[in-house]
């Protein structure tokens, strides 16, 4: 049992060691230290080797300048006690006012009831496609295209669609594979737009579209019909909208039985 225990200690100690990026002044910088200052969505590890150098040489220079700091008698200032002052009462704030949102109760009756009653305003979706596109200057050029694509088996013609346009496109997104993104009717030129919406998901256009940028070549991804956002989706961002609505009932009921003068 002696040398489970000893072994285990002994890999602890050794993970714990490599979680060590740097010690100052005897204080230790460690990776799990930098994660949560850099945040969740990015990760120490998957930095590049110049930028993880940068991190931690600020994280280093801010330790030394906080060991400075802490060693030259700062927190006994009256400077250093105001700001600490304001710092305990925002935080007291914060979360307090987390906490008072989180009292609140919202019922999936409240919140469908607030979905219904702004469905229209809110929560309707226009019809919308995601599409890519190889962009020429001449119709020639998008007919050679467009017969070279006739001759692409289905299950390969987004792939192929994609080279194309990489190789030809003459558009800001042809480095990209023609990649437009999901866009509703307004947002395209209406001779792009009409083509666009009337194509299936996985269809090409079988003749060039010309618009005042030269002529293109559509193909079409993926396709949303005109309609609402379900109510199961867009559910727990009322519910907290809700709670927020109710947050500012309780301030002006604060602020009814304050005695406040303006001057």
Do not use: C
Request: aromatic share 8%.
């Amino acid at each position: 049992m002696k040398k489970l225990i000893l072994g285990s200690m002994f890999v602890a100690s050794s993970l714990f060691a490599g979680n060590v990026l740097a010690v100052v002044n005897g204080e230790k910088v460690t990776k799990s230290e930098i994660n949560q200052l850099l945040g969740p969505n990015r990760n120490y590890d998957k930095l590049p080797a110049k930028i993880k150098r940068k991190v931690l040489d600020d994280i280093i220079t801010q330790a030394l300048l906080i060991q400075k700091a802490e060693n030259s008698g700062i927190e006994k200032t009256k400077e250093y006690k105001k700001e600490l002052n304001k710092l305990k009462k925002q935080l007291a704030l914060k979360v307090f006012l987390k906490k008072k949102v989180d009292s609140f109760k919202v019922s999936d009756n409240e919140a469908r009831n607030f979905y219904n009653k702004n469905k229209e305003i809110m929560f309707k979706q226009q019809a919308q496609v995601k599409a890519r596109h190889i962009l020429v200057k001449t119709k020639q050029e998008a007919e050679k295209l467009i017969a070279e694509l006739k001759k692409v088996p289905q299950k390969n013609l987004e792939k192929k669609f994609i080279e194309l346009a990489k190789a030809n496109s003459v558009g800001p997104s042809g480095k990209m594979g023609g990649e437009l993104g999901w866009f509703t009717k307004g947002k395209m030129i209406p001779s792009f737009s009409e083509v666009a919406f009337k194509l299936k998901k996985g269809q090409i256009s079988l003749t060039p579209v010309k618009t005042r940028f030269g002529y293109h070549i559509i193909y079409v991804e993926d396709k949303k019909q005109a309609g609402y956002v379900p109510f199961n989706k867009i559910k727990n961002r009322i519910k907290q909208q809700l709670k927020l609505q109710k947050l500012q009932d309780y301030i002006k009921t604060l602020k009814s039985k304050a005695k406040i003068q303006y001057k």
